[in-house]
C-alpha cells in the first residue's frame, strides 16, 4: 500500500501533467479579436490579459477565459479561469445571496473527505496556472501559493470555482462541479440560452 504522502506525490505528478496538457490545448487557439470584443461585450470592460476562451456555450459563447498571471501593466491576476457569461454571473451570484457559501464553508469544516478534494482543487488551479506562467514566459511569483475563490480552505467566491469547473473539467472543483449542477435548470453549457448567441450579434454596437 502507497502511504499517503506517495499517493499525494503521484496525483501531484499525473496533474501537473494533465494541466500541462489543457494548458497546451488552449494556447494552440489563441483569442482572436472578435472573441476579445465578445467577452468586452460580456464584461462592459477590455478583458485584460485575456489569453484564450477556456470554456464555451455550444453556440460557441465564450463563458470562462484564461488569463495570463501577469497583466500586461505587470500586476499579477491570480483568478486564472474567469468566469465571464453573463448568464452563468448572474445564476451564480443568485447563490451567493442566497447563502449558499456558508453551508460549503460549514460542510468544509465537517467533512474531510470534501476537505481534501476541494485542496486539491487548489493544487490543480496552481498546477495549470504554473503550466500557463511557463508557456507564457510570465512570472506566478507574487501569486504562486494563491489561487481562486477562497481555496484552499474557504469558500469567497462561487464564481471563481464555476470558473474553474468550466476551463479544467468536471471531477476537480467539488463545488464548482456542485454550482454548475444547481444551475442547470437555467445554465448549462450544452444549452444555449444566450441572450446573444455566437454569431448573432459580432461586429454590432
Ligand atoms: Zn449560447
Redesign the pocket.
Known amino acids: 500500500m502507497p502511504t499517503q504522502d506517495e499517493r499525494a506525490g503521484t496525483d501531484r505528478i499525473g496533474s501537473e501533467k494533465t494541466m500541462t496538457a489543457l494548458v497546451d490545448g488552449i494556447l494552440a487557439h489563441p483569442a482572436t479579436g472578435e472573441e476579445i470584443a465578445a467577452v468586452q461585450d460580456q464584461l462592459g470592460r477590455y478583458p485584460r490579459g485575456m489569453v484564450a476562451v477556456g470554456a464555451r ?3 460557441g ?1 465564450p463563458l470562462a477565459v484564461v488569463t495570463r498571471p501577469l497583466l500586461p501593466d505587470g500586476t499579477p491576476f491570480p483568478t486564472t479561469a474567469y468566469l465571464t457569461s453573463p448568464e452563468a454571473v448572474k445564476e451564480v451570484s443568485h447563490l451567493e445571496a442566497s447563502g449558499l457559501m456558508n453551508d460549503f464553508n460549514q460542510e468544509l469544516g465537517e467533512d474531510e473527505d470534501l476537505a481534501r478534494a476541494y485542496r486539491q482543487a487548489h493544487q490543480t488551479y496552481l498546477d495549470f496556472r504554473h503550466a500557463l506562467a511557463l508557456r507564457l514566459g510570465d512570472s506566478e511569483e507574487h501569486i504562486r501559493t494563491t489561487s481562486a475563490g477562497g481555496m484552499p480552505t474557504r469558500v469567497k467566491c462561487l464564481h471563481a470555482l464555476t470558473g474553474q469547473s468550466l476551463v479544467m473539467g468536471s471531477g476537480i472543483n467539488p463545488l464548482g462541479d456542485r454550482v454548475l449542477a444547481m444551475v442547470r435548470p437555467s445554465f448549462d453549457p450544452a444549452v ?3 441572450a446573444r ?2 454569431g448573432s450579434a459580432q461586429g454590432q454596437d
Open positions: 456555450c455550444v453556440c459563447n444555449c440560452r444566450c448567441p455566437w
